[in-house]
């Protein structure tokens, strides 16, 4: 297939054993189904000069489309042995003349061959294609040149490598032979793709409208496609192995045209003036996983006014059309300002108007003259000049007569002070007015927060809050309150304007600094988690901007990224002129190495930092605006080697076992390339997590044994299944690992003091109140299955070094309360460390509270205890619970609430033929029990049949539910 079909050897017998990939296979079979819908390349023409044949074959001797690169290839032989005879670029000279001065590049192939590669950029016509061999002429022959689209490339491009003939790989442009302004044409996104010898680094160039966006037409846009391999070949993938999804406001269809095998041009038909986001795929495989181009369009703003005209045949209807700046408004320039008048009929055709008949009145802020010219019959251009950053109102006159109808356009210009206040932002929240929770928008705006200016006085934003039609709803100001956090504590200064319309001021005296607003209503929080984050100063500026494209780096490679800029309002900016500055570092077995960039101003809002690093390791990335340090930073990436690497993995660390209190579980890492040689990195471009069966983090300590082999270190402190990641260059190597650690035989959890739960508390020990850890674990504070023997649970007290404080037995206590009250008795191992002990009856829950001379140290948080028969040996141990917030009226106004039930009466499970419970609890914002009546409280229970639940409560405001389902149905 090599050899006859011009088909790849992508495939490897020994990666279709051990790691066969779907995309590589799909590709391969691609290339079997187009072979026969290949280019043909025409006929061979022979030549013979002196003791020399030359054949000549391929699309460049072929009529040929202006805009689109065409090759040949020249095959030298022995006119008497038939063998390849040996040729240099250096002998084979190719001369194009026609219409427009074309330059053709030779370059050197397999032995005996040469290929030619030349491009008409403009001018169709009648070319003369002329080879020469050490000066003399081996052939000639006119090649005719058609119209096309040409796609946007330079002269500079056409001196650059195209595609050769079909079936072998072609070459992409180089970037040495192209202008700047010709680089910056490209988007090039590196992604790894198995060609055969394993997964490969490939990089697949886009170009065009069709990935950058821009004004919204009623015209097509288009990109370029190529997928290069690391040698800068094109890789001939055909169309029909190439999928493209354009997704957004609406899907479209995509159609794909081959240029040369391996190059194509895309085509889409956007109708939105929105954010279209296209994805390439191979076979059915996105290149992009997760990560589809975004490509905005903009749309031409346009007012229209219908109205009714006769043109003498009786009246009609017509349309009033304007359109641009000078109808749209914006920022405020102190320029001339413009608009086009166009009168259209029912077919939008244009309506034959003479000039003199428009004519156009601008009032509002100053009245102002218009310049008015004629564009075509029907079309004109208006000119005015406004003076002032305030409002404006354009009306379009036809003889003498208003066609707005007394309605003239509204345009307002705004200096950026203005455009900030008039930024708002939106928070949907649920509130109860009397008749229950509705839905209500907070809605904010103005310099309070937004930040941005300097921090050198009050500021102000505004405040609404708006039902579900958008109506101000009429609060009094003394239900609404402003509380800021942050580098200071700060109260918002609540004025009215009128009913349900506030003003806050503030003043702020930090900058850089995040301060963070709360709305409040009778003193409760209504944004809780959702706190509004302001900046004041340069900083605020600073944050405004995002990075994209950081990646693994290539080592030895030049390599970029870039930085969008934002407005105030989130939104990317379409202008340049910020002044960004990058500091790149790479750390690499401790050693920090300052690694030179530049920032290029793209003037399109978009920053390249391009940068070439000589060291391997971890790169920290440091973005400033006008010398301020952006949010965010230091942004990571890595700088991996050119080679592909293999990481082996080995240790208890890996395997789990016995637990032994305080000892270090070990990971071994060995990294090498394919030949088995090791990997000189740094500890830094590793990655290992550990999280204990609660999901927390666990404390890695990695050491770099020798270059390339590391030794990782963690101390488990729980029974149970552990779940281990690693990581190389920031990209998993592994999936989740489960690592199970056991108890040793005839070993209890109280024995080896595993904490269940931590508290940080502050307790007076004779010098002050110092702050101290209370930990405690076991069965007695754990629960589980009810066995008919006492239970145990160890207390610890420790200082902040993590040392035992010296608490006796005597200060230390328990009480054991809910499903039955029980006495409980402690040991002493050693001073700080208790153990106790209880003995529960019942399969139900319990509450186990902790003393230190009689007084409670867990407050009204006592550990919830649930104990369970044999019947419920197969459920999970984990206790399964919803939450619910609701705005609750508690006779103080409308507070937040939490409803918290759990049990499997909530969760449902296996139909058992007997009861079922769940426990119900309401908590305030500091999660403590709301003391209600049971009487207060109803459970209703339908679906599959209506059942009426049984109400107990253990203590105030904690209650427990009980029904008796009898269907296998959804209750």
């Known amino acids: 297939a090599e050899k006859e079909l011009k088909i790849p050897k992508i495939l490897d017998p020994h990666d279709m054993v051990n790691e066969p990939d779907d995309l590589s296979i799909l590709t391969y079979l691609f290339f079997y189904k187009k072979f026969?819908?290949?280019?043909?390349?025409?006929?061979?023409?022979?030549?013979?000069?002196?003791?020399?044949?030359?054949?000549?074959?391929?699309?460049?001797?072929k009529e040929g489309k202006v805009g689109y690169e065409k090759a040949f290839t020249i095959s030298v032989f022995n006119k008497k042995t038939d063998e390849p005879a040996p040729v240099t670029a250096e002998q084979i000279a190719v001369k194009i003349t026609g219409p427009e001065e074309v330059t053709a590049s030779v370059n050197e192939g397999k032995a005996g061959e040469i290929k030619c590669y030349y491009k008409v950029l403009a001018e169709p016509g009648d070319y003369d294609v002329e080879v020469y061999f050490e000066g003399k002429q081996v052939h000639k022959q006119p090649v005719p040149w058609i119209g096309g689209t040409p796609r946007g490339t330079t002269k500079a491009e056409s001196a650059s490598a195209a595609p050769p003939t079909e079936g072998a790989p072609s070459r992409a442009p180089e970037p040495s032979q192209k202008t700047e302004e010709a680089i910056e044409e490209y988007l090039t996104f590196p992604i790894k793709l198995n060609l055969g010898q394993g997964p490969q680094d490939v990089n697949v160039r886009v170009s065009g409208v069709g990935v950058k966006g821009g004004p919204l037409t009623s015209e097509p846009v288009s990109f370029t496609l190529q997928l290069v391999n690391a040698s800068e070949e094109i890789i001939p993938i055909p169309s029909s192995?190439?999928?493209?999804?354009?997704?957004?406001?609406?899907?479209?269809?995509?159609?794909?045209?081959?240029?040369?095998?391996?190059?194509?041009?895309?085509?889409?038909?956007?109708?939105?003036?929105?954010?279209?986001?296209?994805?390439?795929?191979?076979?059915?495989?996105?290149?992009f996983p997760g990560k589809a181009l975004r490509v905005p369009f903009e749309g031409v703003f346009c007012i229209e006014f219908p109205f009714q005209l006769d043109m003498g045949g009786g009246p009609e209807d017509v349309k009033l059309k304007l359109t641009g700046f000078g109808v749209k408004g914006g920022e405020f320039t102190g320029k001339p300002v413009d608009f086009l008048i166009q009168l259209v009929n029912a077919s939008d055709q244009l309506l034959p108007i003479p000039g003199s008949s428009i004519s156009s009145k601008i009032t509002g802020a100053e009245d102002l003259p218009v310049t008015i010219t004629d564009v075509a019959p029907g079309e004109f251009k208006a000119v005015y000049s406004p003076t002032k950053a305030d409002v404006y109102f354009v009306d379009i006159l036809l003889g003498g007569n208003s066609i707005?109808?007394?309605?003239?356009?509204?345009?307002?210009?705004?200096?950026?002070?203005?455009?900030?206040?008039?930024?708002?932002?939106?928070y949907p929240i649920l509130l109860n007015l009397g008749k229950g929770a509705q839905k209500v928008d907070v809605n904010v705006g103005?310099?309070?927060?937004?930040?941005?200016?300097?921090?050198?006085?009050?500021?102000?934003?505004?405040?609404?809050?708006?039902?579900?039609?958008?109506?101000?709803?009429?609060?009094?100001?003394?239900?609404?309150?402003?509380?800021?956090?942050?580098?200071?504590?700060?109260?918002?200064?609540?004025?009215?304007?009128?009913?349900?319309?506030?003003?806050?001021?503030?003043?702020?005296?930090?900058?850089?600094?995040?301060?963070?607003?709360?709305?409040?209503?009778?003193?409760?929080?209504?944004?809780?988690?959702?706190?509004?984050?302001?900046?004041?100063?340069?900083?605020?500026?600073?944050?405004?901007?995002?990075?994209?494209?950081?990646?693994?780096?290539?080592?030895?490679?030049?390599e970029h990224f870039t930085i969008f800029a934002k407005n105030p309002d989130g939104k990317?900016?379409?202008?340049?002129?910020?002044?960004?500055?990058?500091?790149?570092?790479?750390?690499?077995?401790?050693?920090?190495?300052s690694i030179p960039c530049t920032v290029s101003d793209s003037n399109d809002g978009t920053y390249q930092v391009k940068f070439t690093s000589?060291?391997?390791?971890?790169?920290?990335?440091?973005?400033?605006?006008?010398?301020?340090?952006?949010?965010?930073?230091?942004?990571?990436?890595?700088v991996a080697p050119k080679i592909k690497t293999n990481c082996a993995f080995s240790g208890l660390g890996l395997i789990g076992g016995p637990l032994i209190p305080n000892k270090p579980y070990t990971i071994n890492i060995k990294v090498t390339d394919d030949d088995k040689t090791i990997v000189p990195l740094g500890a830094e471009v590793f990655g290992i997590t550990v999280k204990d069966p609660s999901n927390t983090e666990v404390p890695v300590e990695m050491t770099l044994v020798s270059p390339g082999c590391i030794e990782a270190q963690y101390i488990p402190h729980t029974v149970g299944n552990h779940v281990v990641k690693l990581s190389l260059f920031g990209n998993p190597v592994t999936g989740d690992i489960p690592v199970k650690f056991t108890l040793p035989e005839e070993t209890t959890e109280e024995d080896l003091g595993l904490p269940l739960f931590s508290l940080p508390l502050q307790l007076n020990l004779g010098k002050g109140a110092q702050p101290i850890t209370l930990a405690v674990g076991g069965i007695g504070v754990k629960g589980g299955k009810l066995s008919g023997k006492p239970v145990k649970f160890f207390v610890q007290l420790k200082d902040e070094k993590g040392e035992f404080l010296p608490i006796q037995l005597s200060v230390i206590g328990s009480k054991v309360t809910g499903a039955e009250t029980l006495?409980?008795?402690?040991?002493?191992?050693?001073?700080?460390?208790?153990?106790?002990?209880?003995?529960?009856?019942?399969?139900?829950?319990?509450?186990?509270?902790?003393?230190?001379?009689?007084?409670?140290?867990?407050?009204?948080?006592?550990?919830?205890?649930?104990?369970?028969?044999?019947?419920?040996?197969?459920?999970?141990?984990e206790e399964f619970f919803l939450t619910f917030p609701i705005m609750l009226q508690l006779g103080k106004g409308p507070q937040k609430v939490n409803l918290k039930i759990g049990g499997t009466g909530v969760k449902g499970g296996k139909l058992k033929g007997k009861p079922v419970k769940f426990y119900l609890q309401l908590l305030d914002e500091a999660q403590k029990i709301i003391a209600l009546p049971v009487n207060a409280i109803g459970v209703k229970i339908a679906g599959a049949e209506v059942l009426t639940p049984e109400l107990e409560q253990k203590k105030p405001g904690d209650f427990f539910v009980t029904y008796n389902p009898t269907k296998e149905a959804l209750y």
């Open 446 to 558: 103005g310099f309070g927060v937004i930040g941005g200016a300097p921090a050198k006085g009050p500021v102000t934003f505004w405040l609404q809050f708006l039902d579900q039609n958008k109506e101000i709803i009429k609060l009094p100001v003394n239900a609404v309150g402003v509380n800021i956090s942050g580098p200071e504590k700060l109260v918002g200064k609540v004025s009215a304007k009128g009913p349900g319309d506030f003003i806050v001021e503030y003043t702020p005296t930090v900058e850089k600094d995040p301060y963070f607003i709360d709305i409040l209503i009778g003193g409760s929080s209504l944004l809780s988690q959702k706190l509004i984050k302001v900046f004041f100063g340069a900083e605020a500026k600073a944050l405004n901007c995002e990075i994209k494209g950081l990646r693994d780096f290539k080592v030895d490679t030049p």
């Open 36 to 61: 026969e819908e290949s280019v043909d390349v025409g006929d061979e023409i022979v030549q013979f000069v002196g003791d020399n044949k030359f054949v000549l074959v391929g699309q460049g001797l």
């Open 241 to 287: 192995a190439i999928n493209i999804k354009v997704t957004g406001p609406e899907t479209l269809e995509a159609s794909i045209e081959t240029i040369n095998p391996g190059d194509f041009v895309v085509s889409y038909c956007p109708t939105k003036a929105e954010v279209y986001f296209v994805d390439i795929l191979l076979g059915v495989n996105s290149l």
């Open 614 to 638: 000589h060291v391997l390791g971890k790169l920290l990335i440091n973005i400033s605006l006008d010398k301020k340090p952006v949010d965010g930073n230091p942004y990571i990436a890595y």
């Open 404 to 426: 707005t109808g007394g309605t003239p356009v509204r345009v307002s210009f705004a200096s950026e002070e203005a455009k900030q206040k008039e930024f708002c932002l939106t």
């Open 823 to 877: 006495p409980v008795t402690f040991k002493a191992k050693q001073p700080g460390y208790f153990i106790g002990q209880y003995h529960p009856t019942l399969e139900d829950i319990y509450f186990v509270d902790i003393l230190l001379g009689g007084s409670s140290v867990v407050g009204a948080k006592p550990f919830r205890v649930s104990f369970k028969g044999d019947a419920d040996e197969h459920e999970e141990n």
């Open 572 to 593: 990317f900016k379409q202008t340049g002129g910020d002044k960004f500055d990058a500091e790149l570092n790479v750390v690499h077995e401790g050693v920090t190495t």
